[in-house]
């Protein structure tokens, strides 16, 4: 059954929603965000493409400013807006900033808080740790702070790190569930004890729908199960 986030992200064909190039995600969304719709007032994500995303978040919550960043002025061939045409697009601002600089992410925000952030950038594990270190800080107490696209810890090199490193961004995910703590060689003492001082909790979602498990990854094919799309929701604590 359809859900009006779900509807939005397939009407500005996002992959987000439930089109054939979908993950779904909007299914898991809806659960955490139908209730907080008209209380959202502030949103940011990390990565823009062709603008599909940041416009369904916009419509979907109604009174909430999105703020978006991106790698690069515009999409090469492709059939969307440049990040420039989105300024002006009502309630959307961009900015031209690589997820992994501290820096001009302490500049662009340092004054901000966001009920929503949703990390949907270049999805490597090595990259997806360090912005949620560096970002966290960024959401309001009682916000959420997504992971798009953790099945990228299961691809390979390509993306970072080794499927059986155990330091990949959903290793370092699931082990907190079993350990209540986050630990990574990858990030910095003083990043790591924010975050353990201030995640609630992690939920890691598999919608099985469109990215194909590695044959190296035996347990889940041996179960029969041969799509994978991960999505973790990280909920930050009230106080």
């Known amino acids: 059954m359809s859900n009006p986030?779900?509807?939005?992200?397939?009407?500005?064909?996002?992959?987000?929603?439930?089109?054939?190039h979908g993950h779904a995600y909007t299914d898991v969304y809806?659960?955490?965000?139908?209730?907080?719709?008209?209380?959202?007032?502030?949103?940011?994500?990390?990565g823009i493409w062709r603008g599909a995303s940041v416009k369904t978040l916009r419509d979907f919550f109604h009174n909430a400013e999105?703020?978006?960043?991106?790698?690069?002025?515009?999409?090469?061939?492709?059939?969307?807006?440049?990040?420039?045409?989105?300024?002006?697009?009502?309630?959307?601002?961009?900015?031209?900033?690589?997820?992994?600089d501290q820096a001009k992410l302490?500049?662009?925000f340092g004054d901000m808080q966001f009920d929503i952030i949703i990390d949907d950038g270049c999805h490597n594990t090595l990259y997806q740790q360090k912005s949620l270190s560096y970002l966290f800080e960024y959401v309001k107490p009682g916000g959420l702070y997504v992971v798009e696209d953790l099945h990228t810890s299961l691809?390979?090199?390509?993306?970072?790190l080794y499927p059986d490193d155990s330091n990949t961004c959903l290793n370092i995910l699931k082990r907190y569930k079993d350990t209540e703590e986050i630990s990574s060689p990858h990030l910095s003492?003083?990043?790591?004890?924010y975050l353990n001082k201030n995640i609630e909790s992690i939920e890691i979602y598999d919608l099985k729908r469109t990215v194909p498990i590695p044959r190296s990854n035996l347990y889940e094919r041996k179960f029969g199960q041969t799509k994978?799309?991960?999505?973790?929701?990280?909920?930050?604590r009230t106080v």
Not at 5 to 20: C, V
């Open 5 to 20: 986030l779900e509807e939005l992200a397939n009407l500005h064909n996002t992959d987000k929603g439930t089109l054939p």
């Open 30 to 46: 809806y659960k955490y965000w139908k209730e907080i719709q008209d209380s959202v007032k502030s949103v940011l994500e990390i």
């Open 66 to 100: 999105i703020h978006a960043i991106d790698v690069q002025d515009g999409v090469k061939g492709g059939r969307g807006e440049p990040i420039g045409d989105l300024l002006d697009a009502g309630r959307i601002t961009t900015y031209l900033c690589d997820q992994t």
């Open 106 to 108: 302490n500049e662009l």
């Open 155 to 160: 691809m390979g090199p390509q993306w970072g």
């Open 189 to 193: 003492p003083e990043k790591i004890d």
């Open 228 to 236: 994978c799309d991960l999505v973790a929701i990280i909920k930050k």
